[in-house]
Nanobody, 115 residues
């Protein structure tokens, strides 16, 4: 069974930092894209950042320069370092893996940024 399990969410003040981590099922996604999405209250889920199997990254314009996505293909994890957090970064953050045309999702972790 393919699993993605997020950790690291919480409450932080604006300007602060948080690090999210996602443990994936063994080497299932080793050659494939892994990413982070978020969903704010009352809004649609949106892409935050994605990293390919070879380490190429792409970010939403709203987080460029503040967030960094990385992956460890030995530990089978993907991480998101979030700096200079803003209240508008608040939401549930979901880990995503994409393989064979199928999106796999974690259950999400809540990030709350207070002003």
């Amino acid at each position: 069974q393919v699993q993605l399990v997020e950790s690291g969410g919480g409450l932080v003040q604006a300007g602060g930092s948080l690090s999210l981590s996602c443990a994936t099922s063994g080497s299932f996604f080793r050659a494939n894209n892994l990413g982070w999405y978020r969903q704010a209250p009352g809004k649609q889920r949106e892409l935050v950042a994605v990293i390919t199997g070879t380490g190429i990254t792409n970010y939403a314009d709203s987080v460029k320069g503040r967030f960094t996505i990385s992956r460890d293909n030995v530990k089978n994890t993907v991480s998101l370092q979030m700096n200079s957090l803003k209240p508008e970064d608040t939401g549930v953050y979901y880990c995503n893996g994409f393989k064979y045309g199928i999106n796999y999702w974690g259950k999400g972790t809540l990030v709350t940024v207070s002003s």
